[in-house]
């Protein structure tokens, strides 16, 4: 079914030179301008980084180290335990002190496992892994697993293990390359493509051929002129036919990837479905590049571009930061703190989170730190009744009925929030921004979401407690059954006896043999002693 | 006259047996509405709601014995369930077969414990390994947090720990309702 679907329309849209619209969406002020101004700073390695087992969709790594042992950049420190699950590697050379329980970057403020590593300041690299600088000569499979093993996961902010996405199978119609950055305040892919087009480009080759497909789209919003420009002067030298730069208008949420495809293609990826379902396949630009760097330099996933922005640092830019420096770290890098700064924010504008410590470290999803002012962060107002205007599904981008989901959400009544699409929900916040009675929309749907997450774990484990108390109350039943049948068993044979004196005489016989025989084991046993 | 009696009784006699042998040839095993209580318990077979087990509970809701509000574990969502399943009224859990407790599991002291079998014995779930004069232990992926293993414990030797929460089994809070002017 999905080959037949991935062959449907053979890609005819995206060769044509149109675009098209997805459905609602929400202009927003970029506040891009407050980080790009400087070129990306390469920060320092810091004295001790905290790299948590768990910075992916999936299971948590397991760890390769031990407390004491000494580490080079580059050296993997956890394995991943599932086949959706990515690898860990040391960001820099030093000694594991600890493998512990560390506030990480998360919405909950929790602490979850992590390796505590000391820098040694020498950043000695560790060679395991061979540039595959001739990638040409090998096949799908081959370049897939150096994937794995550098523990790439997407950078646009979701984790997702890239070479899990990059085994969705043969015959998809395109790859499509992501640097639209919708969200306000993020830059850190505008500025990767600025100064690194090149390896973003080379990126998308080794995607393709580890694909086995011969179509690339890089999709850039028209607000990055200059990414724009050092992108096709890039291609201009790479002069390769399958890469194409496709500029599409700036509108949030178009970095999602259902709604980027629909843009350039026209295509709507079905509901619960993903993009290989109708051909296409989307990575980050930032994956890109760090794909290049993996198979190429034979580079593991140990640092990424972080934007440092709003008003409350003192010099904000973009910064290449290792994996698990903390991000009062990075946070110096760019001058501190000014002194009206007041929230610390991990995402950007729209769907970040406030961080509850600077100690947390920077993951392979922080892809901006947003440190703003009062006066950056629209005060919340109070929540007024909702008064059915139907602003929330113009603008939903999923095609959803806000308003409608709010009410099953607010109830609790998660069948009926299922129903209406709760899942096809992306979270994007377009709802919330448009609701005049400033009903925190997203909110309800996420809280909806973990409820439904919760009760399917809860069902999971009362099926298995109602399974063993069956076999349980099965077994004890059949004890009992034994135990009565052998009773029974043993007084018929008595009642038989009863009746019978020749077998009456052998039993005593028996019995009197037996504990004779009992009494003279008794005896020599005392004999021995 | 005679033709139409004996048209009815014909056609009485015929829908009969078919229905007999539907009645045996399709016959519901047990009772489906026992099940669908049963899938709304929490399965925790704690006793508490004075049954030996969910599934006896459930049993006496649908045979009328029992009311809907004497399972502590599922509390008031399970309370709420129940009503809409059953087309009652919502009560609140009957205190005196216990209050709503945060999930626990049941941790043994393996230094304390002398191995005597009476907990393994107790869990309605077999989740304790162990025999005699061994030491036991929880299996913490099957334990219910019933409690049956406490009482018989003569050392004292298993407590029950709350369940931790981690990054995956944490969950978004629900918005703070009943803002201004929201008097529904």
């Not at chain 1, 110096?332 to 929230?343: M, P």
Request: hydrophobic share 40%.
């Amino acid at each position: 079914m999905a080959e037949a679907a991935r062959k449907g329309r053979g890609g005819r849209t995206l060769s044509a030179a149109r675009l098209f619209k997805f459905h609602g969406g929400v202009h927003l002020e970029g506040h891009k301008d407050i980080a790009t101004a400087r070129p990306i700073q390469v920060a320092g390695v810091p004295s001790r980084l905290v790299l948590p087992l768990n910075q992916h969709v999936g299971g948590p790594a397991e760890a390769l180290v031990a407390e004491g042992d000494k580490v080079l950049r580059g050296q993997p420190i956890g394995r991943p335990t599932g086949y959706v699950g990515a690898g860990v590697h040391a960001s820099s050379s030093g000694t594991v002190i600890a493998i512990r329980d560390h506030p990480v970057p998360h919405p909950s403020g929790l602490t979850a496992p992590c390796v505590v590593i000391q820098t040694d300041g020498e950043d000695r690299s560790w060679d395991g892994y061979d540039p595959l600088s001739n990638y040409r000569t090998l096949n799908g499979p081959a370049l897939r697993a150096r994937v794995r093993e550098a523990g790439l996961v997407g950078l646009g902010g979701a984790a997702f293990p890239t070479a899990v996405k990059l085994s969705a199978g043969s015959g998809l119609k395109a790859l499509i390359l992501n640097g639209a950055e919708c969200e306000p305040y993020i830059c850190c892919d505008d500025m990767l493509l600025r100064e690194r087009a090149s390896e973003v480009i080379a990126g998308a080759q080794a995607l393709l051929h580890a694909l086995e497909i011969e179509r690339c789209v890089i999709a850039i919003e028209d607000d990055k002129p200059e990414a724009l420009t050092a992108l096709n002067a890039a291609l201009e030298q790479e002069a390769d036919p399958r890469l194409r730069v496709v500029v599409v208008p700036c509108l949030y949420p178009e970095g999602g990837e259902k709604q980027l495809i629909q843009v350039l293609t026209g295509e709507e990826v079905p509901a619960s479905g993903v993009p290989p379902d109708i051909g296409y396949l989307v990575h980050n630009v930032g994956t890109a590049a760090a794909v290049a760097r993996a198979v190429l330099q034979g580079e593991p996933l140990i640092s990424r571009i972080v934007t440092v922005t709003g008003s409350g640092v003192a010099r904000p830019g973009n910064v290449e930061v290792r994996l698990g420096t903390p991000v009062a770290d990075v946070i110096d890098a760019c001058g501190g703190y000014t002194e009206d700064a007041r929230h610390l924010i991990m995402g950007g504008g729209m769907m970040g989170f406030p961080l509850a410590s600077a100690e947390v470290p920077v993951i392979k999803a922080t892809n901006c730190l947003l440190i703003a002012t009062e006066a950056d962060i629209r005060p919340r107002q109070p929540a007024l009744p909702c008064i059915r205007c139907g602003e929330c599904a113009v603008a939903c981008p999923a095609h959803l009925l806000p308003q409608q989901l709010y009410w099953h959400a607010r109830s609790e009544n998660l069948d009926a929030a299922t129903e209406t699409g709760l899942f096809d929900c992306i979270e994007c916040g377009s709802c919330d921004v448009v609701c005049p009675s400033n009903i925190p929309l997203t909110s309800y749907f996420r809280f909806a979401k973990a409820e439904v997450f919760a009760r399917e774990r809860e069902r999971v484990s009362s099926d298995l407690a109602r399974e063993r108390f069956e076999a349980r109350e099965q077994r004890l039943a059949a004890e009992a059954e034994a135990k009565r049948a052998k009773t029974e068993a043993r007084k018929k044979a008595l009642k038989k006896a009863g009746e019978d004196s020749s077998t009456r005489k052998a039993m005593i016989d028996d019995v009197v043999a037996r504990s004779k025989a009992r009494k003279a084991d008794a005896s020599g046993d005392k004999g021995s002693s | 006259m005679l033709i139409a009696v004996l048209a009815v009784a014909g056609l009485a006699t015929v829908l009969g047996l078919a229905l007999g042998y539907a009645a045996v040839r399709f016959r519901v095993d047990s009772d489906p509405v026992v099940d669908q209580i049963d899938a709304l318990l929490p399965q925790t077979q704690c006793g508490q709601c004075t049954y030996a087990g969910c599934r006896p509970y459930a049993e006496a809701i649908a045979g009328g014995d029992a009311e809907i509000n004497q399972c502590p574990p599922g509390g008031e969502t399970t309370i709420r369930a129940l009503a809409d399943l059953l087309d009652r009224d919502f009560k609140p859990l009957n205190p005196e077969h216990g209050t709503e407790k945060p999930p626990a599991l049941a941790v043994i002291d393996e230094d304390t414990c002398i191995g005597c079998t009476l907990c393994i014995q107790a869990c309605p779930v077999d989740a304790i390994l162990g025999a005699g004069k061994q030491m036991h232990t929880v299996i913490a992926a099957e334990c219910t947090g019933c409690e049956l293993c406490l009482p018989p414990c003569p050392v004292d030797c298993i407590i029950m720990e709350p369940v931790p929460t981690t990054l995956e089994t944490w969950k978004w809070p629900k918005p703070l309702a009943r803002a201004v002017g929201d008097e529904r």
